[in-house]
């Protein structure tokens, strides 16, 4: 069944509340009609039926809503991810989506090459929050993702304060993915840190560890910026069980 | 220390052959001087230190040559992947030479859309190789890997006759990642198959079955066709202690 993501709560009976691309969709590419129905997903995580109704114009009406009880497999993931150059944090934001991260933070280090002033950081944000909801509905989420305001690292070391977050840091040669996955329960929230071209600086990573994060390596093969989340959010789903279907509730 | 791959075996005594690129990049980028040396490997893996040697016009002089002894963490993994839309095919060779496979080989399926003629399939080719070579110097690769001629289903049959291998399949709901790698030793090679945008139709997975391949599930989420062989290796290598640093013997 197709699953559309609401911008407000639902309220049995009322209209849900949907972009306007995604009505558009639905009456203009899908040509559902009076009276078909498709499932309804809000920020809280609640669902509901929508039957398209056609009596006072095209809209989908809600019916009864069940509070949120679906859990994706793999659970909650937050991806910290620096800040990159050209099209490489769109391809992030696109393929953690996919892998099922539930939040995107992006994040100013000190080696990011890529500075957001205030002013492009509103057009930005929208852009990602965009581009994860439409690979959210391409690889049928549950829940549609966040895409935050970027965050300084002193904002992440506040952010990950009670959170088991591990830091991929290529310096790092003691501790494995293997090593930091094993200290957290599969189902706890989990946090990845990765860092932007240049790599995250040691003072950064200090910084972390201080807050709770361990640091971890990847392996002596050295992956792009935008590799390293993909393959570390890879392992960490297969790990929590993310990547077996038959984990998941909904 | 710097990494060459040689298009030739190394013979101790001789001049190391390298690619005019890679010469240009020795001595113009790099800027080495008489004296100055590298680490040289060949396309069998033997290795060798080379030395700068300018009496004779500029070249790389090789020094004793050691038998393949190198192993990469993770070990032996062909990725056998669906020639796929625009780009896709060159950034999933790019992100699986970072993540450690040693051979790619495009495959024609009944769903792929993009079709290579004999004439193009000596430019692809060499296209696909160039980006390998790049992103194996870039990433520290021990060991240059392959692209292959594009294969027939058919031919990837007989191909992995006789290898562990395993074929992400859309359909497939009862066995896992986990389940599929826990029956190949970590050291034996193993064929990975990732199919098309359209996917594989079950008649090809049929036949890769009975070539001896086991069909997996990759998790409920559903990746696009270019994300699916980058989850799929960065598992295989982690599972296989490829994102170990502490499993890698130079």
Redesign the interface.
């Known amino acids: 069944m197709h699953r559309l993501f609401c911008d407000a709560p639902l309220v049995m009976g009322e209209r849900a509340v949907v972009s306007s691309d995604d009505l558009h969709h639905v009456k203009n590419v899908l040509r559902m009609k009076d009276g078909e129905t498709l499932a309804l997903v809000d920020p809280t995580g609640a669902t509901a039926m929508g039957t398209i109704d056609t009596k006072d114009g095209f809209c989908i009406r809600c019916g009864e809503v069940s509070p949120s009880a679906a859990q994706e497999?793999?659970g909650n993931i937050t991806l910290y991810m620096g800040l990159a150059k050209g099209d490489k944090f769109d391809f992030v934001v696109q393929?953690a989506v996919?892998?099922?991260a539930s939040r995107i933070v992006p994040v100013a280090f000190a080696r990011s090459v890529v500075k957001i002033t205030a002013k492009d950081e509103e057009k930005k944000c929208t852009r990602w929050n965009k581009i994860a909801r439409e690979a959210a509905m391409?690889?049928?989420?549950l829940f549609l993702p966040e895409v935050t305001r970027p965050m300084s690292v002193a904002q992440v070391c506040a952010d990950i304060e009670g959170m088991h977050t591990l830091v991929a840091y290529e310096l790092e040669?003691?501790c494995?993915?293997?090593d930091g996955l094993a200290s957290v329960p599969t189902d706890a929230p989990l946090g990845l840190i990765v860092g932007p071209e240049g790599g995250i600086e040691e003072r950064e990573v200090e910084a972390f560890c201080a807050s709770g994060a361990v640091s971890i390596?990847?392996?002596?093969?050295?992956?792009?910026c935008e590799?390293a989340p993909?393959?570390?959010l890879?392992?960490a789903?297969?790990v929590r069980g993310?990547?077996?279907?038959?984990k998941?509730e909904v």
Do not use: P, Y
């Not at 993310?242 to 038959?246: F, L, N």
């Open positions: 497999a793999g393929k996919e892998l099922g391409q690889s049928g989420r040669k003691n494995s993915i293997a390596s990847l392996g002596s093969r050295i992956m792009r590799t993909i393959a570390l890879s392992v789903q297969f993310g990547m077996d279907a038959r998941e």
